[in-house]
């Protein structure tokens, strides 16, 4: 399988999908001449025209609301907004209208549109510019979360995600572009709602999501060679939530861990871990950890910025903790 | 429509219940009113009865899962074993709302209340609620009747983990060896018992004999005819006083057999094997709370007389309880006869650290086909277990083979005289 960088796996999903089918097209803030912020619409410009590939004027609502509009009427509108910080500004667009058309028409319509935004920190980008905010969009039902963490989750997911009938929600992390991995060069699809599991163990669980999983990853391996095993799950999706592999793996290893980049309080992982206290209490041998960013506007000063983003480190420290 | 049943709450501080046991299965088809299952409350057992009709379509939770008060746990009516899929909230919610209003307000049913039936025992214990345990330990404590407050916790501010009731359940089985201690009151046809001191020493010794002894067994078949026939004899002469058992000269032939086979007369302490020079005969003696090997002494230098004289001054002993501690050492070679029970066949257990015991069974009459027409015959039937670390088959085929012959061939005339006397290095 060929080695492709997270970035380039996102521009051959969007490729792929304009190709196959002519609905599609996307619109955002210097996506098409200058190939995007993050450069993931790199050639699609040139390739698709301009009215398939439509820079914007700086304004997420109008944005989101187009894309919305596009979607009721039949096409298949895939909205880049240039950071998920700017997201703020288009959620009543996401919160009030995609979310919730679907139902209010008594499902009449539907809206095939997904929002793909970047996010999260370590770039000493300041408090405004480094926010993961996952938790929002997971707390209204309607949207589907989408957050990969692989080039070949990134493509497949993505693909699934234009060809869903629902608004899907698809977050990219910044630091994730660079990263490299193996891409099937035939095609293919991933499912939205299946978690990935990456490490398999017996007495530690840990769930994490998007950039999380490699420093989960990086923690497994340190741990492996102290002679604890873990069960890695990546979730891919955070709705639809895999329960099923959750629920798997807490009932055998009796112990989870949960690695999560947004705020501690509200975040993912306090959904998470209610669920599991919820429906697997009587399996637990410890209470769960959340290892999560710190409740604080991301500092720009570096050491500080990393003190509030789960490191290594403090994946360790939870699991000595946690046996 | 189908029902969807919950965990029912049964008393005002009913929060979770344990699902003991379901009275019916996937498929069956339920009465209103039919006991349904049955609950572990903070409080009781209960049974709850079905309040409708119906196939029992899904059960949702297994018995043994604990859950909160209002989990769905089954579902009467409906297609059995269909599972709702979850995978597509978004597209039920939006069929649902395009589906023909038929479902009016009126018509959404109101629960139907759970007849319960009245507590009939109480099963859980004040000190097993309080004790500082985590929700897995305490599942699996509960589950096997092990009781929280007697383990010490290693988990977060000592709290008692999975581990720690893993950890105490295995000890306490290889410690003590005694019953596991039951969390729940026992049913009216139950009683527990705590084992004498006797049955714990006995217990130990056996686990411990047959966990680290590799035994073996080889068994032997000898015609008592002749041995019975002079027992007989002699006994009437002594005119009821100081008779002889048949198990006294089953000891005399065995001490003197042993004499020939040093590896079965021996100790095992595993840092080597130590032969021993005279034979010290435990001789198995069965008491009402358990059994005692006290030992005959050299009892390869007496004589028949002397043997029989030694194993009733022993059995008196063993009857009134006084022994002292020299009488119960320093065996070499054990002999646990069940024959005057009638015992057609058994192995016995070794006594550690020795490395071979004898087991024998009753002289039954037996037709024996020798040069071709049939004899009728006395057979006992012995079979030896040995440490097959430091014996083999070989060594307890020939023993077998001399202790037949001696029994079979030498006359009680010359077991009258010592057999041998111990060398001096």
């Known amino acids: 399988m060929p080695l492709i960088s997270y970035r380039e796996a996102l521009n051959d999903a969007l490729r792929e999908e304009m190709e196959r089918d002519p609905n599609v097209f996307i619109l955002g803030e210097d996506i098409g001449f200058f190939g995007g912020a ?114 070949e989750d990134a493509k497949g997911l993505l693909k699934e995600s234009i060809r869903d009938d629902n608004p899907v929600i698809f977050l990219e992390h910044e630091h994730l572009y660079n990263t490299k991995g193996e891409v099937p060069s035939e095609e293919y699809t991933t499912p939205l709602g299946k978690a990935s599991l990456k490490r398999t163990g017996t007495d530690i669980t840990i769930i994490a ?61 306090a959904e998470i871990s209610a669920q599991i206290y919820e429906h697997l209490f009587t399996a637990l041998d410890a209470p769960i950890i959340r290892v999560a960013g710190k409740d604080v506007p991301m500092p720009y000063a570096k050491n500080l910025e990393r003190a509030a983003i789960p490191q290594v480190d403090d994946i360790l420290q939870a699991a000595i903790n946690i046996l | 429509m189908p029902d969807e049943i919950t965990m029912p709450k049964l008393s005002d501080t009913m929060e979770e219940g344990t699902l003991l046991k379901w009275f019916k299965q996937e498929g069956d088809y339920v009465q209103q009113g039919e006991t349904l299952f049955e609950v572990e409350t903070d409080k009781a057992v209960m049974e709850v009865e079905a309040f409708t009709s119906g196939v029992l379509s899904q059960i949702l939770v297994q018995a043994g ?87 010490e916790g290693t988990g977060i501010g000592g709290m008692i983990t999975l581990k720690d009731v893993r950890n105490f359940k295995e000890h306490k089985a290889v410690k003590e060896g005694t019953l596991p201690l039951t969390q729940r009151e026992l049913l009216p046809t139950e009683e527990i018992t705590n084992l004498s001191k006797m049955r714990k020493a006995i217990a130990a010794t056996v686990s411990y004999s047959k966990k680290n002894i590799p035994h073996f067994y080889v068994s032997y078949e000898i015609a008592m005819t002749n041995v019975m026939a002079q027992l007989h004899e002699l006994n009437q002469k002594k ?46 003696i069965g008491l009402e709370e358990g059994l005692i090997i006290p030992v005959l002494k050299k009892s390869d230098t007496l004589t028949l007389q002397e043997i029989s004289h030694g194993v009733k001054q022993l059995r008196e002993k063993a009857e009134s309880g006084k022994f002292s501690a020299d009488d119960l050492n320093e065996g070499t070679f054990t002999i646990s006869n069940l024959g005057m029970l009638g015992v057609s066949d058994f192995a016995a257990i070794i006594y550690p650290p020795q490395t071979a015991i004898l087991a024998v069974s009753a002289i039954k009459d037996i037709p024996v086909i020798k040069n071709g027409s049939v004899v009728p015959t006395k057979v006992m039937k012995v079979t030896l277990s040995m440490d097959h670390r430091v014996v083999d088959g070989i060594n307890a085929a020939n023993f077998l083979r001399d202790l037949q012959k001696s029994l079979e061939t030498d006359t009680l005339d010359a077991m009258e005289k010592p057999c041998c006397t111990v060398e001096d290095d």
């Open chain 2, 239 to 284: 005119n009821g006083t100081d008779k002889i058992t048949v198990n006294d000269v089953i000891i005399r032939a065995a001490a003197t057999t042993l004499k020939n086979y040093p590896s079965l007369n021996a100790l095992y302490p595993e840092q080597g094997l130590i032969l021993k020079k005279e034979v010290n005969m435990g001789i198995v």
């Open chain 1, 209 to 269: 999501y998007s950039n999380m999983v490699l420093t989960s990853l990086e923690a497994a391996d340190h741990l492996e060679k102290e002679g604890i095993s873990v069960d890695l799950i990546d979730l891919r999706t955070l709705n639809p939530l895999d329960t099923a592999t959750i629920r798997a793996s807490v009932k055998k290893t009796n112990r989870a861990i949960i690695v999560e980049e947004d705020w501690k309080t509200g975040g993912v992982g």
């Open chain 2, 65 to 151: 899962e604990i859950v909160p008060v209002g989990t769905p746990i089954a579902i009467i009516g409906g297609e059995t074993g269909k599972v709702v899929p979850q995978e597509e909230p978004l597209m039920q919610e939006a069929q649902k709302a395009m589906a023909p209003t038929d479902t009016s307000l009126h018509e959404i049913k109101t629960p139907p209340k759970l007849k319960v039936v009245p507590p009939k025992e109480t099963r859980i214990s004040a000190g097993a609620d309080k004790a500082n345990a985590s929700p897995a330990a305490r599942t699996f404590a509960q589950q096997r009747g092990i009781d929280l407050a007697q383990i």
């Open chain 1, 38 to 151: 993050f450069k993931v619409t790199e050639g699609l410009f040139a390739e698709f025209g301009e009215k398939r590939v439509i820079d914007t004027p700086i304004a997420e609502g109008l944005i989101v609301g187009a894309a919305i509009g596009a979607a009721m009427v039949g096409l298949r509108p895939i909205a880049e907004l240039m950071t998920v910080n700017f997201a703020l500004l288009a959620m009543d667009q996401i919160v009030n209208h995609a979310a919730k058309i679907r139902y209010m028409f008594g499902g009449k319509t539907k809206v095939p549109l997904v929002v793909r935004a970047p996010g999260g920190g370590g770039s000493q980008l300041g408090a405004q510019h480094s926010q993961s905010l996952e938790s929002y969009f997971l707390h209204c039902p309607g949207l589907k979360v989408v957050i990969p963490a692989t080039p």
